[in-house]
């Protein structure tokens, strides 16, 4: 989501097993206070699967909170998949305070947690969840793909900074991902900005990808770099 894109998997994934979707509006149908709005709907579809186990992804707070308050009344084991980390987003003292003990109260009732990071699984020691319950899972990219790309492209590096105007000695920065708030992405041309001026005159940044802040983004620096920006899009 985000990119403009239509994706798709390359996987039939609801296939080999009783599959349903709550709603067909993303994750903004059930992120905040009216994601709770499906909480009744969810509970009805687990009772009539029965299962020994539920996996809740953390997308949405309100919504897995109240699952997991609700679920092991049920006799029904929790697992719990989970992004958090310390180290995402600034907070007021208050509503860091009020986010930790959201948190503390979801874990406890969790059998097993799945954080996809190392700072995720110390974000989980850190509030005593015992080590027997974490189970470190981080993402898996085809890597194989990844090195025959890295094979292919290498050699033809030259080629590729001469298309780009760029010369064979500059520095180049890439920057691939979402142009989105929650990357902070705006703070790599608030960064480039101290360097000194010397430095900053050779640099070059390609840039692939699109999101929200993709306007912002190209502004600030093409109005850094000029001709040395090289947004591609995705």
Excluded at 90 to 95: A, C, H, I, N, Y
Aim: positive net charge.
């Amino acid at each position: 989501p985000g990119f403009g894109q239509t994706l798709c998997w390359d996987q039939p994934l609801l296939e080999g097993y009783t599959s349903g979707f709550l709603c067909a509006g993303g994750l903004s149908a059930i992120e905040g206070w009216h994601g709770l709005l499906w909480l009744p709907a969810a509970l009805r579809w687990i009772r009539r699967a029965r299962p020994d186990a539920v996996l809740l992804f953390n997308h949405a707070p309100l919504l897995v909170a109240a699952q997991a308050g609700v679920l092991p009344r049920l006799g029904i084991r929790v697992f719990l998949r989970t992004e958090v980390t310390d180290a995402v987003r600034l907070r007021s003292p208050l509503l860091a305070l009020l986010r930790d003990l959201g948190l503390r109260w979801i874990y406890r009732r969790s059998t097993m947690l799945f954080p996809i990071s190392s700072h995720g699984r110390r974000h989980l020691e850190v509030r005593g969840v015992p080590p027997e319950r974490i189970c470190l899972v981080n993402y898996a990219p085809d890597t194989g793909w990844l090195e025959a790309q890295r094979r292919h492209w290498q050699p033809q590096a030259a080629r590729l900074r001469q298309q780009l105007g760029i010369d064979p000695h500059a520095p180049v920065l890439l920057y691939a991902g979402r142009l989105a708030p929650e990357k902070d992405v705006l703070l790599i041309p608030e960064a480039l900005a101290r360097l000194p001026l010397q430095e900053l005159q050779r640099l070059h940044l390609i840039s692939v990808g699109s999101g929200p802040l993709e306007p912002e983004w190209n502004r600030r620096l093409v109005a850094l770099l000029g001709a040395r920006f090289h947004p591609l899009g995705f």
